[in-house]
T-cell receptor, first 116, second 113 residues
Framework: GAGVSQTPSNKVTEKGKYVELRCDPI?????LYWYRQSLGQGPEFLIY????????DSGLPNDRFFAVRPEGSVSTLKIQRTERGDSAVYLC??????????????FGPGTRLTVL | AQSVTQPDIHITVSEGASLELRCNYS??????LFWYVQSPGQGLQLLLK??????LVQGIKGFEAEFKRSQSSFNLRKPSVHWSDAAEYFC???????????FGTGTRLTIIP
């Protein structure tokens, strides 16, 4: 079966532009996560969905960042008015969403965002 | 809030030698602990995890890790490394009932012939 897929694999944009990053989770996985990994750092949590709703968005850095998962499957991370500091690899993960946080998270290959 | 420290940024070992990567965590209760590996161009792959029970956990690719509550550590070990083990290794912690993972900054492993 297919793993988590993310598109595009690379995105180059100019400062101030709007970007959308897409994540296709593993089929049947109810939980979906977004992380951001800056150069030389570990992944940093952004937001977690259980089904269609955002169960925890405490990691979103500011209101320029927004994510949706309208049908409980594919998710889109949206960044408005991009800044150079947004440059990073954006990782998506999915899991079966087992209670107590025991669901293993399966990660996609990431989208490398570069803001010029 | 939980946190993870990986004190070694870069480690170099010879092929066939043993390996230990260090991880220290900060969390008030019993944590969920994980080790992930990230190879260039690859997604993060789970090596092993600790939730409860036996403090020595076995993972994939011949890796193991030991949870030591008294030292707040969860070090990763392998008795004999292979050239294919060269990668970035991340330790992560999660709290019970909280889905988000908190990662350390990673340790880059280089294998020399």
């Amino acid at each position: 079966g297919a793993g988590v897929s993310q598109t595009p694999s690379n995105k180059v944009t100019e400062k101030g532009k709007y970007v959308e990053l897409r994540c296709d989770p593993i089929s049947g996985h109810t939980a979906l996560y977004w992380y951001r990994q800056s150069l030389g750092q570990g992944p940093e949590f952004l937001i977690y969905f259980q089904g269609t709703g955002a169960a925890d968005d405490s990691g979103l850095p500011n209101d320029r960042f927004f994510a949706v998962r309208p049908e409980g499957s594919v998710s889109t991370l949206k960044i408005q008015r991009t800044e150079r500091g947004d440059s990073a690899v954006y990782l998506c993960a999915s899991s079966l969403g087992l209670a107590g946080g025991q669901g293993q998270q399966f990660f996609g290959p990431g989208t490398r965002l570069t803001v010029l | 809030a939980q946190s993870v420290t990986q004190p070694d940024i870069h480690i170099t070992v010879s092929e066939g030698a043993s390996l230990e990567l260090r991880c220290n965590y900060s969390y008030g209760a019993t944590p969920y602990l994980f080790w992930y590996v990230q190879s260039p161009g690859q997604g993060l792959q789970l090596l092993l995890k600790y939730f409860s029970g036996d403090t020595l956990v076995q993972g994939i690719k011949g890796f193991e890790a030991e949870f030591k509550r008294s030292q707040s550590s969860f070090n990763l070990r392998k008795p004999s490394v292979h050239w294919s083990d060269a990668a970035e290794y991340f330790c992560a912690v999660a709290a019970f009932g909280n889905e988000k993972l908190t990662f350390g900054t990673g340790t880059r492993l280089t294998i020399i012939p």
